[in-house]
């Protein structure tokens, strides 16, 4: 099973990027999948989740209004588009898939992790 994240880039303040994260080795059943994110000096913060379905949907109250999180299950892909992007937005962001439907903000509840993509954010 592996989860292969890609997108990140260095993009000014207020610009946009888009995470993909592809799964691959199994499939994923109706598991939830997220997004979340680690900069130094800080613990691994979530960031987005969805269900299988995409009618449950959790956003971190710094990203709501500005992150939009979709997946497409038909080929095992999850995204995250990121808009009105800030400083502190910078980190390396994480696709992993939760341990079962629930969608879970808590790190502890996804099994499987991507190796993360790094989003720098300049002012």
């Known amino acids: 099973v592996q989860l292969q994240a890609c997108g990140g880039g260095l993009v000014q303040a207020g610009g946009s990027l888009t995470l993909s994260c592809a799964a691959s080795?199994?499939?994923?059943?109706?598991?939830?999948m997220g997004w979340f994110r680690h900069s130094p000096g800080r613990e691994r913060e979530f960031v987005a989740a969805?269900?299988?379905?995409?009618?449950?949907?959790k956003y971190a109250d710094s990203v709501k209004g500005r992150f939009t999180i979709s997946r497409d299950n038909a080929v095992n892909t999850l995204y995250l588009q990121m808009n009105s992007l800030k400083p502190e937005d910078t980190a390396i962001y994480y696709c992993?898939?939760?341990?079962?439907?629930?969608?879970?903000?808590?790190?502890?509840?996804?099994?499987?992790w991507g190796q993360g993509t790094l989003v720098t954010v300049s002012s």
């Open positions: 969805a269900s299988w379905s995409g009618s449950n949907i």
């Open positions: 992993a898939a939760a341990v079962d439907v629930v969608v879970y903000t808590s790190p502890v509840q996804y099994d499987y």
């Open positions: 080795g199994a499939r994923f059943g109706r598991n939830a």
